[in-house]
């Protein structure tokens, strides 16, 4: 697909690069929502509109004021050291239970193995107004409703299906001829899995990790009913902002948010390169 | 029994750990300019005379009555002082979740030693309200569109001409103001109006009457839209709280005027939850004493333009503090922008409410 | 069996080998269920738990009931039908009822539930809440002039309460009051038996009073609904005093002898005047029709019916709103999964077939958005598509469309549409991507060099083989979509939103919790089959992310 023959004849020609408009088209799609906060992120008004000044690329329409704004007020501060407190907690349980349970998974004997897996999946699947409603009235008769654990351990249910989803997958391509080999070797079961296993899974736990946190800290329906001033996180905050007072601020936030989720990708992106290294794949 | 242990062991902590200890009081409000308007008149000045008080700001106002149920439910109430709209006050006190305060011990009476329950006179609306504020849900229009040569909206009515004033118009998603102006504007009598959209024929007659604007509307249900679509000029004229307005007119100054014919009247307080312990409610009775009294309603005016609710304030009211406009003409309550206003029937919503959400939201779906 | 075994395999230290196998099996069963267990238990408590929990609000209605349980049972006896409103009898029991409720704030919310089926309920409760504490002061007032005795607390705990109470309430009273709350009010056995109306209402007082104000019975004034049981008591057993003694037989005595002359009160002309509804039978109807502790009421409202005392009915064709709704989210569900699988397809192929390095550079692009926040992207779409936006703006510039010619695209199904293709794209994406990247390029280059032209190659070989790919990936798109309930709000107007908009709104705004809970169950239900038969065409442990 990647080029064409130098035999295509004009017609295959003529749809090849047609196709490959249409793709570039539609990674136009993806990404041009996100360019577009960018700009406007910098405007100097308050409204989340193109103004004259800015399409006219006058340096009057710009200005660093909500990001500002950011780095100062103390409620984004808040917001953000909130999530900051929250999303790793519930990162690490997530990826502590599901990487056990993974692995559980995997072994070749489980018992009510699809009943099992459709409870464990069910945080991704169930609508997230159901799950908050849920949440929010039991929680609320045990007293975790608005306070730290109880968003915490919410966001860890919710952030489990992807961490259990990577790490089975990666384990699905493991070669189990690789941990007979330790074994034939004198390697006992606890060693076969520190040595063998545990460094051909870690890019699944990592990547399940990173889809954990960022379900946790972009999330903002189940923390709306869950949380409770104390809990306020960055989407909270900016959920308000919409709502209440529609401030480019959130742009900016969410501008520094895409700076470091590009960052987050290209880890996921160089750990994957390094798991295709070790599984002796070639890296293509 | 068991309330009366816990009482006693939480004043006996308080009394040990004396006021080296900040205690928290979690005040849940509406965020955005309104709440930064209480933070500076209220609690800042609170603050510098009680370091022992660390005050909490909580934004949950929408949700507050579904809150206050959930955390009464469950018995363990986190928040010490809400403000709500009226009508959820008087929800709240119906179901027993706020408490019943009394004007004359609770509220500090004012400068001339008018008593406060005559000061704050019928905006009392419920044993459990504590007024602040009177605000208005009333027009805004854009004041450059060409196509309307040079005309200018004058009453609510021209919100449904859209021959003179063509382009689109944003109405709150809710039945409420909404069916009382169609209604108004389809020739009901301002004192019939809720005797007219009591019977089926009335409420078809205000549908029939929203109707005929109904492919110019866009609906918005939250109080920061009608600001953003007006700057944006994708409404030309739209429904909001007088305050957002201010503030698009006069702090973004945009080109958009106020249309305050037929503005809906409504009030916006505090309730105390029912349940707190003795020694929060003394230290949230404390606050909220110093908080609505005389000078602090009327200090908030500086920072937005809702009208104290307490009369003795009305004198008090001076310039924004940022702008150093005089605030008196933008409040909702001056003479000249309430000639022609009209009062929501707080009873009359409680019972129809629920009913004709229904009819609403399928008259929207339509 | 033991006759066979040395004919079985055995192991080598003589077990047989299917025991040791079978044991061995369990071991590794029983290692696999620990590893996953500490995940189960933690997602059941924290998860499916709160769900079971708010499924049965769905159904729970016993407020009706504990609020007013005498006017429930002798409303059993009425003929809803019957189309006249039931005799004093039940008047006098929702007396009561309503008394005690209005102390403990508990009629408000009871108006405010069968205020969903009626309307008007509501503030019927709420009037006559108000202005009940007065029904019975007509007797208060005869029982008073008669002999003052009646005005004084002490008379009436003298009268009713149970001599053990009185004893331990003296020692208490005696002790450090602030320390312990009061004994609890128990009535006498006596009393229980010859004035069980008046026991039964004074206990609810004296409890009321107790736990609502930290009131003490020995020192309040009973509520007048007390005086007026005490006068059907009397009424109905004029002997009643004979079975007390010295003071309180003579106070009795007197009483009972008196109240034949009392200007009887009419509780249900009070009634009716606090609220003219009390008169009209369907009000009573709808009490009796939701008497039941657990109802259909909340499932059948949330498919447009009703329960009215003729059985099952549908809602006023002004009032139907929710089948529609759910008809509309599956409708746009449909067409948000549609559109994912044409724009995610040609991007999966590209992605599968170019270089590693390559892709997995373009795959940033495809994840990016996917990591950006949700309410970001929803406000760029904002920005991107109103009237006055990026968009049009371009379009009237480049002169597609003129400036009063502006396209609506927000606000409406067009906007959700466009938005939540969006959102969802990388999960349509990521599972066709994984189920692409399986597939051999062999089949393609022999079916080329049987003569099929790229066309027939592609349509006959290649793309029957990525269909699973195309199932996994449209059935958790569908899924998701269904669910969404911020984007639909932000973007979609009227016409675009979901039925969870509204359970949202019956969750935070209405706080009718039970239509809630009845909403989420239908969609969890629908979620449900649709996850059914994702793990019919994918396997639930084939889900891949990237």
Same mark, same amino acid.
């Given at each position: 697909?990647?080029? &064409?023959? +130098? ?8 749809? @090849? ?48 004021? @909500? ?56 945080? !991704? ?63 006992? =079961?606890? /060693? ?42 960055? +989407?909270?905050? !900016? ?11 959130? *742009? ?30 070639? +890296?293509? | 029994?068991?309330?009366? $242990? ?9 009394? !040990? ?8 009081? #979690? ?60 009508s959820? %006050? ?47 849900t ?18 609510v009515c021209?919100?449904f ?10 109405l709150e998603?809710r039945p409420i103001n909404n069916m009382e102006w169609a209604l108004l504007c389809d020739g009901v009598a301002k004192d019939e109006v809720y005797d007219v959209l009591e019977t089926e024929e009335g409420q078809e007659r205000a549908f029939a009457k929203l109707d $005929? ?12 839209? #009608? =600001? ?34 037929a503005?809906v ?45 307490? %009369? ?10 940022? &702008? ?6 933008? !409040? ?10 009209f009062l929501y029937n707080y009873e009359w919503w409680a019972d129809y409410r629920d009913d004709l959400d229904a009819k609403f939201q399928a008259w929207?779906?339509? | ?33 620990? &590893? ?57 029991? *929702? ?11 508990? @009629? ?7 205020n969903?089926?009626?309307t008007g309920?509501s503030s ?110 009397? $009424? ?80 006023p064709?002004d009032e ?9 989210? &599956? ?5 948000? /999964? ?99 990247? #399986?597939?051999? +390029? ?25 269909? =699973? ?7 958790? %798109? ?15 107007? /009227? ?52």
């Amino acid at each position: 697909m990647s080029s &064409l023959p +130098p035999y295509a004849s004009t017609g295959q020609r003529v749809w @090849h690069y047609s196709y490959l408009a249409i793709c570039a088209a539609i990674f136009f799609f993806l990404i041009f929502p996100i360019i577009v906060i960018l700009p406007l992120s910098f405007n100097a008004e308050n409204f989340f509109t193109f103004t004259p000044a800015m399409l006219a690329l006058d340096p009057e329409g710009y200005s660093l004021k @909500h990001y500002y704004d950011f780095f100062t007020n103390p409620d984004w501060q808040q917001a953000l050291k909130n999530s900051v407190m929250i999303a790793p907690v519930a990162t690490i349980l997530a990826t502590s239970f599901g990487t056990l349970a993974a692995i559980g998974l995997s072994q070749s004997h489980v018992p009510y193995k699809p009943a099992i897996m459709a409870v464990l999946i069910s945080p !991704m699947i169930v609508p997230l107004i159901i799950s908050a409603a849920g949440m929010y009235f039991f929680y609320s008769r045990i007293g975790l409703q608005g306070t730290y654990w109880g968003v915490v351990m919410a966001h860890a249910a919710l952030g489990t299906p992807f961490v259990i989803i990577t790490v089975t997958a990666t384990l699905v391509g493991f070669d189990r001829s690789l941990v007979r080999a330790a074994a034939n070797l004198g390697a006992n =079961p606890v /060693t076969t899995f520190f040595k063998i296993q545990m460094p051909l899974i870690v890019p699944g736990v990592v990547s399940g990790a990173l889809f954990a946190f960022i379900t946790s800290f972009d999330e903002v329906v189940v923390v709306l009913f869950l949380g409770s001033a104390a809990q306020k996180t960055l +989407p909270w905050q !900016m959920f308000t902002g919409l709502r209440e007072q529609i401030s480019p601020t959130i *742009l900016a936030v969410a501008s520094l948010m895409v700076a470091i989720s590009i960052v987050l990708l290209t880890i996921l992106e160089l750990l994957r390169r390094r798991s295709e290294r070790l599984r002796g794949l070639s +890296p293509g | 029994m068991k309330l009366k $242990t816990a009482i006693l062991a939480t004043s006996a902590i308080a009394m !040990m750990s004396g006021t080296a200890v900040a205690k928290d009081m #979690t005040i849940v409000s509406w965020g955005g300019a309104y709440q930064s308007s209480q933070k500076k008149a209220y609690a800042e000045p609170y603050a510098a005379d009680h370091s022992d008080i660390n005050i909490i700001w909580d934004e949950s106002s929408n949700e507050a009555v579904a809150k206050l149920r959930a955390m009464n439910e469950a018995g363990n109430i986190t928040w010490d002082l809400v403000d709500v709209v009226a009508s959820d %006050a008087i929800r709240l006190c119906d179901e027993g979740l706020a408490l019943e305060i009394d004007p004359d011990e609770d509220l500090a009476a004012a400068p001339d030693g008018t008593s406060a329950a005559d000061d704050f006179g019928d905006l009392l609306v419920s044993e459990c309200f504590i007024p602040q504020i009177v605000y208005s849900t009333t027009f805004g229009y854009r004041s450059d569109i060409e196509a309307w040569n040079g005309k200018e909206p004058e009453t609510v009515c021209d919100v449904f001409d859209t021959e003179t004033f063509p382009g689109k118009r944003s109405l709150e998603k809710r039945p409420i103001n909404n069916m009382e102006w169609a209604l108004l504007c389809d020739g009901v009598a301002k004192d019939e109006v809720y005797d007219v959209l009591e019977t089926e024929e009335g409420q078809e007659r205000a549908f029939a009457k929203l109707d $005929t604007i109904k492919d110019d509307v866009i609906w918005w249900s939250a109080g920061a839209e #009608t =600001p953003q679509l007006l700057a944006d000029k994708e409404v030309v004229i739209g429904s909001t709280y007088n305050g957002r307005l201010f503030s698009l007119i006069e702090e973004q100054d945009q080109p958009v005027k106020m249309l305050w014919d037929a503005q809906v009247f409504d009030l916006d307080g505090w309730i105390i939850p029912a349940g707190l312990p003795e020694d929060r409610l003394a230290a949230v009775k404390d606050f909220v004493k110093f908080a609505t009294d005389t000078q602090r309603l009327a200090d908030q005016a500086k920072y937005i333009s809702y009208g104290p609710a307490r %009369a003795s304030s009305a004198p008090l009211v001076g310039k924004h503090a940022d &702008l150093g406009i005089e605030m008196a003409p933008h !409040m909702p309550t001056d003479p000249a922008n309430a000639k022609n206003t009209f009062l929501y029937n707080y009873e009359w919503w409680a019972d129809y409410r629920d009913d004709l959400d229904a009819k609403f939201q399928a008259w929207l779906s339509q | 069996m033991s006759e066979t075994a040395d004919q079985l395999l055995t192991t080598k230290d003589g077990k047989p080998l299917k025991a040791a196998l079978a044991k061995a099996l369990r071991r590794d069963k029983l290692r696999a269920l620990a &590893l996953i267990a500490p995940l189960l238990i933690f997602v059941l408590l924290t998860f499916v738990a709160p769900i079971v929990d708010m499924l049965f609000r769905s159904v729970e209605n016993d407020i009706v009931s504990e609020t007013l349980p005498r006017t429930v049972i002798e409303l059993q006896d009425w003929d809803a039908e019957s189309g006249v409103v039931p005799g004093d009898a039940t008047y006098n029991a *929702l007396h009561y009822d309503l008394m005690i409720a209005a102390e403990k704030k508990k @009629h408000t919310q009871l108006g405010t539930r069968l205020n969903y089926e009626e309307t008007g309920i509501s503030s019927a409760f709420r009037k006559t809440g108000r202005r009940v504490d007065d029904f019975g002061e007509g007797y208060t007032d005869q029982f008073v002039a008669l002999n003052e005795a009646w005005e004084a607390p002490a008379t009436w705990v003298d009268l009713l309460a149970s001599p053990d109470w009185v004893k331990s309430q003296a020692t208490w009273a005696a002790g450090d009051q602030k320390a312990t709350a009061e004994p609890s009010f128990v009535i006498n056995d006596t009393a229980r038996k010859a004035l069980p109306q008046t026991s039964e209402i004074y206990g609810a007082f004296a409890r009321t009073i107790q736990v609502e104000d930290q009131d003490s019975p020995t020192e309040e004034e009973p509520w007048n609904a007390v005086y007026s049981a005490l006068y059907e008591d009397l $009424t109905a057993n004029p002997a009643a005093a004979d079975a007390f003694s010295g003071a309180n037989e003579a106070l009795l005595s007197e009483a009972a002898a008196a109240v034949a002359t009392f200007t009887p009160v009419d509780i249900k002309a009070l009634f009716v005047k606090a609220d003219k509804d009390w008169g009209e039978p369907s009000i009573w109807q709808t009490i009796k029709t939701f008497a039941p502790a657990y109802t259909s009421g909340y499932f059948l409202n949330s498919v447009d019916a009703q329960l009215t005392a003729d059985g099952v009915q549908m809602k006023p064709e002004d009032e139907r709103i929710y089948l529609f709704l759910f008809g509309r989210t &599956l409708m746009l569900s449909m067409a948000i /999964t549609i559109s994912c699988l044409l724009l995610g397809y040609p991007i999966a192929f590209l992605l599968a077939h170019l270089p590693l390095r390559t892709s997995n550079l373009l795959m940033i692009l495809v994840l990016l958005p996917f990591w950006t926040s949700l309410l970001v992207r929803t406000s760029a779409w904002k920005v991107l598509l109103q009237q006055q936006g990026v968009i049009n703006d371009f379009l009237v510039w480049i002169g597609v469309i003129s400036d009063a010619g502006r396209l609506v695209m927000i606000n409406n199904q067009t906007g959700t549409i466009i938005a939540m293709t969006h959102i969802l794209l990388p999960f349509m994406i990521l599972p066709l991507f994984s189920v692409m990247k #399986t597939i051999s +390029p062999n089949y393609v280059r022999a079916a080329k060099s049987l003569g099929a032209t790229n066309w027939t190659a592609f349509w006959r070989v290649y793309f029957p083989q990525s269909v =699973p790919g195309i199932g996994a990936g449209a059935v958790l %798109a569908f899924i998701l979509s269904i669910g969404y309930y911020i984007t639909p709000e932000l973007v979609g107007g /009227t016409s675009g939103i979901f039925i969870s908009n509204r359970i949202a709104y019956h969750i935070s705004s209405s706080l009718n919790w039970g239509l809630a809970a009845a909403l989420g169950t239908m969609l969890l239900a629908a979620v449900m089959i649709l996850f059914l038969v994702y793990d019919r065409i994918v396997g639930i442990d084939n889900v891949k992310l990237g």
